[in-house]
């Protein structure tokens, strides 16, 4: 018994010297920063000052360590706590993913820095993959950014991601814009007449989503060069999202007419902040309720009244929409001038607002211009009505063939 006694203590004396315990070619276990230097097929390596307090290296096994555990009420298979303190970054746990380079035979490897898989289970309990939580001033449960420098921020958030963030699927999400008044400069009233002059240029479409293919790499071999390639889709056709019709604006049309609102993303494809829309179409609605107010207030015509209104001295200048419209030969623009209009002209653009033609207007108080559809290709096209050089209105109209 003392001489087992005293076994153990040396045991432990080397330990605290050299804390390096090595088992080589049958088992590959070790304590220290230089066990197993040299090797990388070691199943098991603890350093006790070097870069890792665990090294798992299993060839021919997708598991480099795996840990069970089941308990009544929490249960941790891995704990990691880490503080840091002043400077440096602490971290708890580190995944790193990465496939081997194509110099060294890599086919279609896939790389996973952490992977969460949340188990079914026949309780009222919800599983998570990978829950995140913050706590402190400052922090975020999840943060995730593209391969740029960290990014110092204020406030509490579940996730936090620095560059863009892709979602193939739904996304169900309640989204609240910082608006204070502390964050803006510049702050200007819109102009109400130029804001429906551009809301009037918009054109509202139904679609269905076109399915696109790009190619990615299949095989490459030794030398990093190609050697096979898939096509791979955008979509998945059995979703809803494709299958359903959508609605909305096209981003090259938007973009010609609000600039601001349309971004391209890192796919080359333009997308449209429609949140900015909407304090557009407050100010028409606003304004326009406004108009109408007064014209209740003012009105004194049977409501079975003509769609042209009669001539007084005191009316504005006004354009009516084109008629027939859809249209396949001609068709007719009325509009109202008051007397008091130095110079009228009636033009055409089409939708890159190309001016197609410009057609100086005599006539005062009701009148109208014909279109002969025969000047134009089949197609959407826009009228504007400009008296002593100010644009009355902009309207649209629809030839066919």
Known sequence: MKKLFLINILFICALSISAQIKVQNTGYVGVGSSVLSGTLLSPFSINSLGEAGVIAYIQGSPIGLKINTSALYDGYGLYAKATGCQYGTAIGVLGEGQTIAPGMGCFRGNGVGVRGIAGASTTTFMMYGVSGLVDGTNGAGIYGRDNTSETAFQGKWAGYFKGNVHVDGTLTAVSINPSDSRLKKNVLDLDYQRTLDRIMLLRPVEYNMQQVTFEVADSVDSRGEVVTTRTVNRYDETTAVFQNKHYGLIAQEVQRIYPDLVYEGSDGYLGIDYVSLIPMLL???????????????????????????????????????????????????????????????????????????????????????????????????????????????????????
């Open 283 to 401: 100010k028409v609605v606003q304004q326009q309720q406004v108009e109408i107010d007064q014209l209740k207030r003012n009105e004194s015509a049977p409501h079975n009244a003509p769609a042209k209104p009669q001539e007084t001295t005191n009316q504005s200048a006004a354009l009516y929409q084109n008629t027939p419209n859809p249209f396949n030969e001609n068709t007719e623009i009325a509009f109202y001038l008051p007397q008091s209009v130095t110079n009228a002209m009636l033009c055409v653009y089409d939708m890159n607002g190309k001016q197609l033609s410009q057609n100086v207007i005599t006539q005062r108080g009701n009148a109208s211009f014909v279109v002969n559809g025969n000047k134009y290709g089949a197609g959407m096209y826009l009228y504007s009505l400009i008296a002593d050089n100010q644009i009355v209105d902009t309207k649209r109209m629809i030839l066919t063939k």
